[in-house]
């Protein structure tokens, strides 16, 4: 059974062979030659234990490159693949953002000035505002009607009696005149 282990090998596709396959190939071929040399020793077949040899040492340098290489592409296909899934969630997060209606906006949360209102809910305070500056004139108005009207009473009343006393200072006054006149007269 482990001499067919090693023999496997031989059944592997060639870019799925490890280092391991190699020495299992190098057994094999070596057990082979071993059968095939005579015990008179042929040079020939010396010559072509030491050529196979070599030739399986380049292959287990290839297939050592190769696995090598295939590791690094392994390790770069999964880097560009979470730079890709990163770029992914980057891009998504921008669109999401841009995304967004009016009304709401992208606000850090920590920040303590932060906007605390939305637009529409901006918009709707802004118009009450204006409603109570539009009501306010009007009361403002209403008052300053009130005010000219009770000044202009009170300014009535002060002239009626300004009228009043200098009607009877002018009464007095002609009595005062009428007695100095009748003193006058009288005492000749």
Known sequence: MEDLE??????????????????????????????????????????????????????????????????????????????????????????????????????????????RFTLGELREVLQERNELKAKLLVVQEELQYYKNSLVSSKEASVIERENASTASRGSEQTMIKKLFNFKRRNNP
């Open 6 to 115: 090693p023999a496997s090998a031989f059944d592997k596709d060639p870019f799925e062979l490890t280092a391991e396959d190699v020495y299992d190939i190098s057994y094999v071929i070596g057990r082979e030659l071993m059968k095939v040399s005579s015990p008179v020793g042929c040079p020939g077949v010396s010559e072509l234990q030491y050529k196979i040899i070599r030739v399986l040492e380049m292959f287990e340098s290839l297939v050592n490159k190769h696995n090598l290489t295939v590791e690094e592409l392994k390790m770069e296909q999964a880097n560009l693949k979470a730079e890709t899934e990163r770029l992914h969630r980057e891009l998504q997060k921008a669109s999401s953002e841009t995304r967004q209606p009016e009304d709401k906006a992208s606000v850090d949360l920590a920040d303590p000035n932060r906007p």
